[in-house]
């Protein structure tokens, strides 16, 4: 599974951006997609949000609940972060990965993805 992010950049804060991450290879109907991030200086990815590939179902973390939409379009392979009323605490880099699961639980935990993108700079100026 090959995974790539895009639709990062510098923002305002209060503005929004709509990250993509297109997937390819092969995928299974018990997967999920999440996206993590990773804020400068800190250890470690923090959930953002997650996908089921299959049914849809949405699981969502603290910091991005009721700002942040994620969503995905089966037919071309993508999964997107909606991210609205963005602040200079969501600069980070966003990862988008692939999980072999549809388990809440797991899709909440990085160290259980096996497959990432590069990630993609997302800065939120104030």
């Not at 997609?33 to 049914?55: C, D, H, L, N, Y």
């Not at 973390?61 to 972060?81: N, P, S």
Request: charged share 20%; aromatic share 12%; hydrophobic share 35%.
């Amino acid at each position: 599974v090959q995974l790539v992010e895009s639709g990062g950049g510098l923002v305002q804060a209060g503005g929004s951006l709509r990250l993509s991450c297109a997937v390819s290879g092969r995928t299974v109907s018990s997967a999920s997609i999440g996206w993590f991030r990773q804020a400068p200086g800190k250890e470690g990815r923090e959930f953002v949000a997650a996908i089921t590939w299959s049914r849809g179902f949405k699981f969502y973390g603290d910091a991005g609940k009721g700002r942040f939409a994620i969503t995905k379009d089966g037919d071309k392979k993508e999964v997107y972060l909606q991210m609205n009323n963005l602040n200079p605490e969501d600069t980070a880099v966003y990862f988008c990965g692939s999980i072999p699961t549809s388990s809440e639980r797991a899709c909440r935990l990085a160290d259980k993805y096996d497959y990432w993108g590069e990630g993609t700079q997302v800065t939120v100026s104030s």
